[in-house]
């Protein structure tokens, strides 16, 4: 079964993340279009563009089934590929592709319902024996039973939607007067992004550590976990900064973490790349969370530790091939440590940041890697999810990779839009964060403030402000006024200066 063509079904970063590895395997690549962002930068990459600026009907193109599988079918491509996001989670998609004789580039429909269904996936991990978070044996349907379940268990307890994940559908209830406002509230968003409702219950574990481990499995019955990612930066449930492999973990937790991650993917009979999620309480007891049948966002550090090609992996399992690695193969070699850039103004409570990007500068070097879906002129739109790039940095150690951390960043620069690399800078800088001291609190706890106000940036601040006045005062622009000794230099000798 062999793929010669992918029809990507998705965008931005992804959309050129899998374009660059189906080049490098000599796949024919197809995007496409949408009349929301007509000039995307992944466009330009793709072997070949499908154009849906048309009548959509009112479906977001991106979640059209119908439409992408009859353009695969037009087209006579191969396999479609989900990425992450839109419908990398949705069965019927995966079922429909299957129906069709399309390749989907992913685990099977019957996978992709038992674990995507939260209640489900409980079930099944209840019955493996691996270790749980107290609460509701199945959904709780109206708020009497979850305020039934919760007397049970014990406040605070946490509200889940049962399908989808990515933090929407999710609320922590601490006293039984407020279970009716946010159930209500987490119902909502649950039927809004999954279009499903359903919601269960969970007891409210304080201050945990949310550890991932990365699962790939083949058609043939071969499962292996790659290691552990350490997810605890991240802020109202959305993952901000991901590094591998976790401070947390030593030989042998990593050993009985990932057991289990295997022995649930085995019973479900899971193929293609998928992550296994827990908490990890103070005490270093773990619980099973989720599983997320997908190629996660944060996969660039565990390719950069295992020296694996996660999207390559996939499309060679899609092809019935078997892992040509074994567990006793994989080993983890230094670190890595993802920074989310997320067109977003920190400092207005990160809210999103409409506008053109201007200018890009991007950091150079051996330890850096930067997977984006952005450009000079490039446009950030309301429609789409606010993340633009990604900054992955390696080290040999934790330590080493953090200081690499400080020497990119402050490179990165991006003129036009506001973005979240103040807020990089600032965990960046936090000793905390440093000394591997996080959980998933420690933003609201342990960050003074969300942002970090570079020294240099505000002279370049200042230096532009009094440029413009000196122009406005009609002062020859070729001059600059040295405020300190009342001298006129250039502006050359000004930047020089600003650099130094």
């Known amino acids: 079964m062999k793929i010669n063509s992918i029809l990507i079904a998705n965008r931005g970063e992804i959309a050129v ?65 989900p990425g992450y996001g839109f419908l990398a989670e949705n069965p019927y998609f995966a079922q429909r592709c299957e129906d069709e004789k399309k390749i989907f580039i992913g685990p099977s429909a019957d996978s992709i319902y038992k674990m995507g269904n939260k209640t489900i996936a409980r079930q099944l991990a209840a019955k493996l024996k691996i270790p749980l978070i107290e609460g509701s044996r199945g959904n709780v349907p109206t708020v009497a039973d979850a305020l039934k379940e919760a007397e049970k268990i014990g406040y605070p307890v946490i509200l889940k ?45 304080k201050n945990p550590r949310h550890i991932e481990f990365q699962i790939i499995g083949d058609k043939h019955g071969n499962i292996v976990h790659l290691g552990e990612r350490e997810c605890s930066i991240q802020r109202k449930h959305q993952k901000l900064i991901e590094e591998s492999p976790s401070s947390a973990l030593n030989g042998e937790l990593r050993y009985l973490m990932g057991k289990e991650a295997v022995k649930l993917a085995k019973e479900v009979k899971y193929y293609s790349a998928g992550t296994v999620e827990f908490l990890l309480d103070e005490e270093k007891n773990f619980y099973f969370m989720e599983m997320n049948t997908r190629i996660q966002v944060e996969h660039p550090v565990t390719e950069e530790i295992t020296g694996l090609d996660l999207i390559e992996q996939q ?24 920074y989310r850039i997320n067109a977003e103004d920190v400092q207005s409570n990160f809210a999103p940041y409409l506008g053109t990007i201007e200018k890009i500068i991007f950091p150079k070097g051996r330890n850096i890697r930067i997977d984006n879906g952005i450009e000079d002129g490039s446009v950030i739109t309301p429609y789409f999810d606010s993340m633009i790039a990604k900054l992955i940095i390696t080290g040999e150690t934790r330590e080493k990779a953090i200081a690499n951390s400080v020497a990119a960043i402050k490179k990165f620069r991006i003129k036009g839009i506001k973005t979240t690399i103040p807020f990089c800078k600032a965990v960046i800088y936090n000793r905390d964060f440093r000394n591997g001291n996080i959980n998933t609190s420690f933003i609201e706890k342990q960050l003074k403030k969300p942002y970090y106000e570079d020294p240099d940036e505000k002279m370049l601040a200042a230096y532009f402000a009094t440029k413009d006045f000196i122009s406005n005062e009609k002062l020859e622009e070729e001059t600059f006024i040295d405020f300190n000794r009342g001298k006129v230099l250039s502006p050359w000798l000004m930047s020089t200066r600003l650099r130094n």
């Open 161 to 205: 939607a049962a399908s989808g994940g990515g933090g929407r559908g999710m609320r922590i209830v601490t006293k039984p007067q407020d279970m009716e406002k946010l159930f209500n509230l987490a119902s909502a968003e649950a039927e809004k992004a999954f279009n499903d409702a359903t919601l269960f219950l969970e007891k409210y574990i």
């Open 315 to 338: 499309i060679r399992i899609a092809q019935d091939k078997e892992l040509d690695f074994k567990q006793k193969d994989i080993k983890l070699k230094g670190w890595a440590i993802e």
């Open 17 to 81: 993340r899998i374009i660059q590895t189906a080049k490098k395997l000599g796949i024919m690549s197809f995007v496409i279009k949408t009349p929301k962002e007509p000039n995307a930068m992944y466009l330009k990459m793709a072997d070949a563009v499908c154009d849906f600026t048309g009548n959509s009907e009112g479906i977001p193109e991106f979640l059209d089934i119908e439409r992408i599988i009859e353009t695969a079918k037009k087209y006579n491509i191969d396999a479609i590929h």
